[in-house]
């Protein structure tokens, strides 16, 4: 019995005595919160170390040092950073609609972690392993721009809330192109379960021959897995997208008049879509939690140990793309959107469609 096989008994032992304990409904309930915490502690802790990586890769592309002083190599930084943003004043403008403005830092970051419910860490290690996993991704990280939309009127200031209208379109022109690359991956999958995804890049003549990588959707669907990162990087705002927080223009976009721990929220929800988006990436295209050689040593390795690596992967083209490329033109960013990805999306949609009805149809 290898080491997840114990770890999934051990569980499902623990799950029986708990609801032999205290009763099957309170035990259910209790039990749930704890999977939640389980699945979102690490993520959070991810997202802090997360700025940690992207100064020192920066640092490393530009030859200079990143941070290297608070801790051995830098590695408590994350952590000053957070005590020196929870120790700030948090200052609420007193023309503020104060309810939507202390709301609105919550809607951005919450959905980037409800997202991870229907997150596969393996093939039965998943919080909630529901039949439209990939529609309920699509659903709740749709609602991330209506914290931003609040966040820039409830200040009542014109630059938040010129801020958060360039931010809000430049979100959704960029998830109606993303939306056409996940309904492509649901055509060849034929499932909108997240494992079932998974597992249909499985199959095929190099997964026979345990080359499971030459299976993966990446290979067939490389020009919508370009897209894909490209829109990703777009849709969190991050540079060479980034003109919401464009210091020539209207500096930190939505989030002017925001400080302290209402500044930060911003940033973990952007940092946080940032990993949920990769490991996307990594389960529609990179094969999830598959191993990307069908034997050993490869299959030693357990399946949220392989997601964790894809992610870390696709997250780091983020920070490539930050310390490589200028700024885009507003007017460049709508019309890379509406008028390149759209329709190659919408070409490539119907390639595949008219493909799967060839006998060349490598998803059978």
């Known amino acids: 019995m290898d080491i997840w096989s114990w770890f999934t008994d051990g569980v499902a032992a623990f799950d029986a005595w708990g609801a032999g304990l205290i009763g099957a409904t309170p035990w259910l309930v209790l039990w749930s919160i704890i999977k939640i915490l389980i699945i979102a502690l690490p993520i959070i802790i991810c997202v802090a170390f997360l700025t940690l990586w992207e100064r020192r890769m920066i640092g490393y592309m530009h030859v200079r040092r990143g941070p290297n002083r608070v801790g051995p190599g830098g590695l408590l930084q994350p952590f000053a950073d957070v005590f020196k943003l929870l120790t700030k004043e948090v200052i609420v403008p007193e023309k503020s609609n ?50 931003v939309i609040i966040a820039g009127w409830s200040s009542n200031s014109k630059y938040p809330f010129l801020g958060a209208m360039r931010a809000s379109a430049q979100m959704i022109s960029y998830e109606l192109g993303m939306g056409v690359v996940l309904v492509t991956v649901l055509l060849v999958s034929g499932t909108l379960n997240m494992n079932g995804i998974v597992q249909g890049q499985l199959s095929g003549w190099f997964a026979d021959r345990g080359l499971t990588f030459l299976s993966w959707n990446w290979l067939p669907l490389l020009p919508l897995f370009v897209v894909y990162v490209i829109s990703t990087v777009a849709e969190t705002c991050r540079h060479p997208f980034d003109v919401v927080e464009g210091e020539s223009e209207i500096v930190a976009g939505h989030m002017v008049e925001y400080s302290g721990m209402g500044f930060a929220m911003f940033f973990l929800a952007e940092y946080a879509n940032m990993i949920l988006l990769s490991a996307m990436a990594s389960i529609m295209f990179l094969g999830g939690w598959s191993s990307p050689l069908d034997f050993a040593p490869f299959t030693w390795v357990p399946g949220w140990l392989w997601l964790g690596l894809k992610t870390f992967f696709v997250v780091s083209f983020f920070i490539w793309f930050r310390a490589s490329f200028p700024r885009y033109r507003y007017d460049q960013i709508m019309r890379l959107g509406w008028k390149i990805f759209l329709p190659l999306t919408g070409v490539w949609f119907l390639i595949v469609a008219i493909w799967m009805q060839t006998p060349f149809n490598i998803w059978k």
């Open 98 to 147: 104060k309810v939507l403005y202390i709301l609105a830092p919550v809607m951005t970051l919450l959905p980037a972690l409800a997202a991870w419910a229907v997150i596969p860490f393996g093939p039965e290690t998943v919080l909630a392993n529901i039949n439209a996993g990939l529609l309920y991704v699509m659903a709740i990280t749709s609602l991330g721009v209506y914290g």
